[in-house]
């Protein structure tokens, strides 16, 4: 039986999919984990303690592991690990990525560098440093061309990004992400990234790279308009309802950015607007789609991509990856900050003709916040139908259905 080393970082959404898809290929799992020891009675013992922000020292443990029970493919079900995957992978001759391609996905400078390189279609960039004055920003702002997009370099879920359309405007939009990436632990230090804003229709590809090249698995609308300032996901459809132009155009820039960033082998989630068949590439990472959106994809064997990227780690047969119908997936927002008290109308939501699953991922109780400020989601609400038009309209009547009640303040158990 094939043995895999999942990398699971505390907070992930992922781990359960990546599960499920590794008991359908039957392979054994091993989880490498921050704190092992919290899963160990769940696992039965098959969990490995690995300092997942260290890849150096967590490379040297999972070698160390190997030696006594070999590994067949290391895969991290997240964007944290991704690196320590290719680290390890590459130290014990598995298939993967070259680490140097996977940390330029986990630094937006980075990427945009490697992307200029090879001149792939992207927005038009600069860093900002930390010590910046407001006459900086507008040099800088200046350079890039308004309207323009600030954020930091290493975070997700578009925290901490936000558009600027004038000079002051971004002066003071600069303050405010350098502000949330400080609260998000990002180092002060550290620069920020100033982009031009691409207008257009936004996609997510999912792609497979095997030996080099990408096999697109799935393209989706984001139908909401994503114009700013803050970007919050919402609904996203497949397959896509782009014209042939702009969605050959979406696939060509993604392809050529794959190359350029010198990703091989694994998952490929790459986000690309487009409009007039010139398509610009906002980012790529090396990892599935985020939160619990894969179940929107079944392909046409029958599989899920976690056991398509589980069996392409291990060498197996992929067979057809077409994927099968229109689904999609809406992310509930968080209407405002303050602390979550209840979803109302879930039943309704439930009932609604084409809707799958709801599932909401935040606690009663819990400190919620929208973005740019927060990062998760409240939860994720499925459909599947004949059309992508009728499935957008079934996220839609289902998130009518839903009333998040927020109420003012977070208990920090002071009282
Ligand atoms: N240069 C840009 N032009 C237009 N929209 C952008 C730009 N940069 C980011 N965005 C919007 O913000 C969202 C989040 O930005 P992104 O760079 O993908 O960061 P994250 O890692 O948080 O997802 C994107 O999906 C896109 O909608
Ligand atoms: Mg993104």
Same mark, same amino acid.
């Given at each position: 039986?094939?043995? =895999?080393?999942?990398?699971?970082?505390?907070?992930?959404?992922?781990?359960?999919?990546?599960?499920?898809?590794? &008991?359908?290929?039957?392979?054994?799992?091993?989880?490498?984990?921050? @704190?092992?020891?919290?899963?160990?009675?769940?696992?039965?013992?098959?969990?490995?303690?690995?300092?997942?922000?260290?890849?150096?020292?967590?490379?040297?443990?999972?070698?160390?592991?190997?030696?006594?029970?070999?590994?067949?493919?290391?895969?991290?079900?997240?964007?944290?690990?991704?690196?320590?995957?290719?680290?390890?992978?590459?130290?014990?001759?598995?298939?993967?990525?070259?680490?140097?391609?996977?940390?330029?996905?986990?630094?937006?400078?980075?990427? &945009?560098?490697?992307?200029?390189?090879?001149?792939?279609?992207? +927005?038009?960039?600069?860093?900002?440093?930390?010590?910046?004055?407001?006459?900086? /920003?507008?040099?800088?702002? !200046?350079?890039?061309?308004? %309207?323009?997009?600030?954020?930091?370099?290493?975070?997700?879920?578009?925290? !901490?990004?936000?558009?600027?359309?004038?000079?002051?405007?971004?002066?003071?939009?600069?303050?405010?992400?350098?502000?949330?990436?400080?609260?998000?632990? /990002?180092? %002060?230090?550290?620069?920020?990234?100033?982009?031009?804003?691409?207008?257009?229709?936004?996609?997510?590809? @999912? !792609?497979?790279?095997?030996?080099?090249?990408?096999?697109?698995?799935?393209?989706?609308?984001?139908?909401? %308009?994503?114009?700013?300032?803050?970007?919050?996901?919402?609904?996203?459809?497949? %397959?896509?309802?782009?014209?042939?132009?702009? =969605?050959?155009?979406?696939?060509?820039?993604?392809?050529?950015?794959?190359?350029?960033?010198?990703?091989?082998?694994?998952?490929?989630?790459? @986000?690309?607007?487009? &409009?007039?068949?010139?398509?610009?590439?906002?980012?790529?990472?090396?990892?599935?789609?985020?939160?619990?959106?894969?179940?929107?994809?079944?392909?046409?064997?029958?599989?899920?991509?976690?056991?398509?990227?589980?069996?392409?780690?291990?060498?197996?047969?992929?067979? @057809?990856? !077409?994927?099968?119908?229109?689904?999609?997936? =809406?992310?509930?927002?968080?209407?405002?900050?303050?602390?979550?008290?209840?979803?109302?109308?879930?039943?309704?939501?439930?009932? /609604? +003709?084409?809707?799958?699953?709801?599932?909401?991922?935040?606690?009663?109780?819990?400190?919620?916040?929208?973005?740019?400020?927060?990062?998760?989601?409240?939860?994720?609400?499925?459909?599947?139908?004949?059309?992508?038009?009728?499935?957008?309209?079934?996220?839609?009547?289902?998130?009518?259905?839903?009333?998040?009640?927020?109420?003012?303040?977070?208990?920090?158990?002071?009282?």
């Amino acid at each position: 039986m094939a043995r =895999l080393l999942l990398l699971v970082p505390s907070a992930t959404y992922r781990a359960r999919d990546f599960l499920d898809a590794a &008991r359908a290929l039957g392979v054994e799992v091993v989880i490498g984990t921050e @704190e092992a020891h919290a899963l160990a009675e769940l696992m039965g013992g098959r969990t490995l303690e690995v300092p997942l922000d260290d890849p150096n020292e967590a490379a040297r443990v999972i070698v160390a592991h190997d030696a006594v029970l070999p590994i067949d493919a290391v895969i991290a079900v997240d964007d944290v690990g991704t690196l320590v995957a290719a680290e390890a992978s590459a130290q014990l001759g598995l298939r993967h990525n070259p680490p140097d391609a996977v940390a330029a996905t986990r630094d937006k400078l980075a990427m &945009r560098a490697r992307l200029a390189a090879m001149e792939v279609p992207q +927005p038009a960039f600069a860093a900002l440093r930390a010590g910046a004055g407001p006459e900086e /920003v507008a040099a800088v702002v !200046g350079a890039v061309g308004l %309207p323009c997009v600030i954020k930091p370099t290493t975070l997700s879920g578009s925290q !901490g990004v936000l558009r600027a359309d004038t000079v002051a405007e971004a002066q003071a939009v600069a303050e405010r992400v350098r502000h949330i990436a400080t609260a998000a632990g /990002v180092d %002060p230090a550290a620069a920020l990234l100033v982009e031009q804003f691409a207008p257009g229709p936004e996609v997510a590809v @999912e !792609g497979l790279m095997v030996t080099g090249e990408l096999r697109a698995l799935a393209v989706f609308d984001k139908p909401d %308009p994503l114009d700013g300032p803050a970007f919050e996901e919402t609904i996203y459809v497949t %397959p896509s309802r782009l014209a042939p132009g702009d =969605l050959a155009a979406v696939l060509a820039a993604t392809s050529a950015a794959t190359v350029a960033l010198g990703l091989v082998e694994g998952p490929v989630h790459a @986000e690309v607007r487009v &409009r007039h068949a010139r398509a610009s590439v906002i980012e790529v990472a090396a990892r599935t789609i985020g939160g619990l959106c894969s179940r929107t994809l079944s392909f046409s064997t029958g599989r899920s991509l976690e056991e398509l990227v589980i069996a392409h780690a291990l060498g197996l047969a992929l067979g @057809e990856t !077409g994927a099968q119908g229109a689904s999609g997936v =809406l992310m509930v927002p968080i209407p405002r900050a303050g602390t979550l008290v209840g979803v109302d109308g879930q039943d309704e939501a439930r009932q /609604v +003709p084409g809707v799958t699953e709801l599932q909401i991922t935040i606690a009663t109780g819990r400190a919620v916040a929208p973005v740019p400020e927060g990062n998760r989601y409240l939860g994720f609400v499925f459909a599947r139908d004949s059309t992508p038009a009728r499935v957008e309209r079934a996220l839609r009547r289902a998130w009518a259905c839903l009333e998040v009640r927020v109420e003012e303040g977070v208990d920090d158990g002071t009282a």
